[in-house]
């Protein structure tokens, strides 16, 4: 059983940065992918950007060059960095990772306040 553990969260002003970390409780080397999601008030969970195994990401249409998404194997972490924070990144951020056997894990959850 695989443990995602978020952090990062918290309130910032429009325009603002923050990073969100996601720690895995094994090698992240053995996820088909990684990613982070995201639950607004406007929307159903929505895909914020996932890596592959391989190392390929991809991003959701509202990032726009916003947000970079990372992630150090020594450490066993997946970096999201968010700049240009907008009031509608307001939410709560998921991350999620797809083992090579398709089982699918999900971690509790950081809230992202973007507020003056």
């Known amino acids: 059983q695989e443990q995602l553990t978020e952090s990062g969260g918290g309130l910032v002003q429009p325009g603002g940065s923050l990073k969100l970390s996601c720690a895995a409780s094994g090698n992240i080397l053995k996820f088909a992918t990684m990613g982070w999601y995201r639950q607004t008030p406007a929307k159903e969970r929505e895909l914020v950007a996932i890596?592959?195994?391989?190392?390929?990401?991809d991003y959701g249409d509202f990032v726009k060059g916003r947000f970079t998404l990372s992630r150090d194997i020594d450490k066993n972490t997946l970096d999201l960095e968010m700049n240009s924070l907008e009031p509608e990144d307001t939410g709560v951020y998921y991350c999620?990772?797809?083992?090579?056997?398709?089982?699918?894990?999900w971690g509790q959850g950081t809230q992202v306040t973007v507020s003056s």
């Open positions: 890596m592959t195994f391989a190392g390929a990401i």
């Open positions: 999620h990772a797809v083992t090579l056997t398709i089982s699918k894990y």
